[in-house]
């Protein structure tokens, strides 16, 4: 079938054709990628895609750090598919915003990394392509992926009219608007950005934009391209490597937002050879007003002109834009209209006479054609066929557009857009704030930065630096205010009206930097601090750092952020993420941050030796462990017990990753038994507490439960929720329900298996109050099967939250990296599980090792079912088959099942999963409490031996 030659794809892949040898994209330092290279990746990108059941309908999410491989995926997947690249930086909470609302079918992440998008993407269902990127070639990858199970929607070309790229703008709402861009969108949006700079086969364009913005994809890569020419792929923004691309690879035009251009001009006068051997063809600029002062300071600095425009995601880039290469010129307008038609308009969508302020509207060809999912808004965004803007504006007589001011209350940070009410939402989700009212300041680079004031609950206490941790842990970076006030209320208008926009005048704030006063100095104490406060000299323009300045406070902003990180790439090639700075804001914090997350970069800063593999392995001491113990939160309150115990249980008692899901598998095999997946219910007094506790990722693990509600009634996911929302909503005390579940399974005994339930004595204790005669099956595994499963499954991520709480977690990041917090847990849940069991008469407990039951599942079965007093089934044994009966299957097609996420990569029982650890632990690095709990579970054998483990292999 011919591509209709409306898409990108085809607008691009006409170039592999006719100029197949001609560079499409260049990466400083690496060879450049053809046209006809280009058209190959995205080919085979395509062609894998499909394989894996992705069509046209279906939504990708690509997470990438900026680099030529993501340009590449997106140009792919928006040719076969539809696109939604998403800010790398994104915290868990925005991830699974975003996951819920595009929900994707397929995520792209970088292999081996991005631990928050796999785990929310892990906890939404959705489908993980890992991409491998060639590091000796610009834009070449390599995608490894799972199968995504269903059919694609809608399979072949893509048409004009389908949706290429999603993005998300912020509104006046709390929460992002989704955007649809449709492949003709994209098209006509990039035409007319070609024909308003006149770009050609023979422009070279640095891209210095991040990819998840409209500018960053269709002015700076699709544009270009679409044109025949040379795209300039950077790590993202800092001002050392916009040089160093300026004078490598010899670009013709660039595109930045104000914010970038004040740093480029500032740090020009240093640049003035390499400005003048590479001179630019023009420089545009766009995402915020550019001051004409500036316009001029950049014009002078490189001798070249900018073109400032206007444009919007929702028109898929630009709306007006100043004449050029000739033509006249109006510094201060944003030029005239360069796609859709543009008008300005009354409050009844009535345009109104030239030079007169109004609403700017616009229609036109790149005009998406709504907001998905939001009637209300769409409802409110157009006159007729024209949409608006809720910029205000003038025309003049020569269709110079001049934008006034602004309708909507949007927050632009260096061109980053927020919506108050979202970082208002969040302030208002800490316990001591009754008030917030969050709005834009002035700052000198930033345009504008955030502020908010806020008015506390009587009696209540909350630093500000608490406030602002509170906000950056649930927002991107660039949502958390720099200025916090506190005040005794918000001034609001005689009507009760906020009026944010005048926030800052009526608190007479006038520059964000002035705001944040200065710490005394500190000096650095170590060689690395030094160096890393030369380094914040550099990038900041300031004197003296000390230990206990704050990045922010002397200036910073994201951007500096960024640039401070990226230099950090560029000299030590190190990935430090720009998120390092915002949670470990002053010196010190930093320092500690860095040294516990990035030894090597010490090391290499320092000159020291870099560590050949990876940190060494501490050992958990005494008090670690005391203070793990007590970071345990407690989850049953004081509800008294009920005056009749239910019928007897079976319990399967265990740390994770003891092969508790085989064995729920191998019980669920004999038709006796009822073995769901985690219930999660002992823990807790009613089914809303329950529900609390679970909020936030760790929601996920309450499917368990609905998969069991599902299979005891046979009922579709939806009536199981419904019928756990209201049992949740009625508060429901556990143990009543737990008396339902028995009674609706009839003779069949139910067999709990959650090892989350190790976690606290009381918890356990409560198995023997609200039960007649529970069966107590203890199952463990050697601390280092444990301890190496743990880790390559990344579980600390769940776990953690899961013991401390999620508000916690947020508050006080995982203090134990690496092995400590598997170690910890293993032996306190294993110390636990041991104290209670010892108040338990013998008959109602069974100690089981997973090296036995994987070694000799017939045994074990058989053992199994002597001791809970049901017949042996040989259906035990085949715990792979039949997942719908066993519950191994999740709650919907596209979702997994709760717990073991291996458990589908076996087929038969495997006894050397037993013995997998000894080949990747040889040196001993268990501590004395956790080589005694071993000892008394049987696994004295391999106890160490001069500081080595002694075992066979
Ligand atoms: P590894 O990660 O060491 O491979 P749990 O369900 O308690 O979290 O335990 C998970 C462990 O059980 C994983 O160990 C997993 O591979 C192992 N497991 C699951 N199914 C298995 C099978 N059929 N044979 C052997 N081991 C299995």
Redesign the pocket.
Known sequence: MPTPPDTVYARIARHAVERPGAHALESPGKPPLTFGKLVEIIDATIGALSAAGIGRGDVVAVVLPHASELATACLAVSACAQAAPLNPEYRRAELEFHFASLKPRLVILPAGRAPAARDVARATGVAVADLHADAASTGAFRLSFPTTGGSATGRGRVHADDVALWLHTSGTTARPKKVPLTQSNLVASAEAMIASVALTSSDRCLHVLPMFHIGGIVDVLMAPLMAGGTVVCTSGFSVPEFFLGLEVARPTWTQAVPTMLRELVDAAPEHRDAIARRPLRFIRSVSAALPVDLLKEVQGAFGAPVVEIYGMTETAGVIASNPFPSGMRKPGSVGVAAGPEVAVVDERGVPVPTGQRGEVVVRGRSVMRGYADDEATNAASWFGDWFRTGDEGTLDADGFLYLTGRIKEIINRGGEKISPREVDEVLLSHPAVAEAATFAIPHPSLGEEVATVVVLKPGSNVSKTALTEHVGSRLAYFKVPRVVHFLQAIPKTAGGKLQRNRLAETLGLRDATAEAPRAAYVAPRTPFAAELARLWEATLGVERVGLDDDFFALGGDSLKAASFVNQIQHQWHETVYVTAVFDAPTLARLESYLSAHHPELVAKMTGAAVPSSGPARRAVDPDALRRFRRAIAKTLGEAPLPPKRNPQAVFVL????????????MLGGNRALFAPPELYLLPFDTLADRKAWFSGSQRFQLEGNTRALMQMRGIPPEEAEAAMARLEAARTPVHEYYGTIQRELGGRLLVDKT?YYAHRLDTLERAEALFEDALYIH?V?HPY??I???E??KLATLWYPRLVGTAEAERTPNPWPGHLFPEMLWTVLNQNIAAFLAGVPSGRQLRLR?EDL?ADPGRASRALCEFVGVPFDPAMLE??ADRRARMTDGVRPESRMI??M??H??????????D??KREYHDDFLSGAAWDVAASLGYEETASRDGRIGFEL
């Open positions: 265990s740390s994770p990753r003891s092969g508790s899901t085989l064995m729920r598998a090892p199952l595994r099967g444990v190496r499963s743990f390559e499954a997973f994987v715990p792979h717990g073991d291996k458990f990569e076996h087929r038969t029982i495997d006894a050397s999963v037993a997998l650890w």
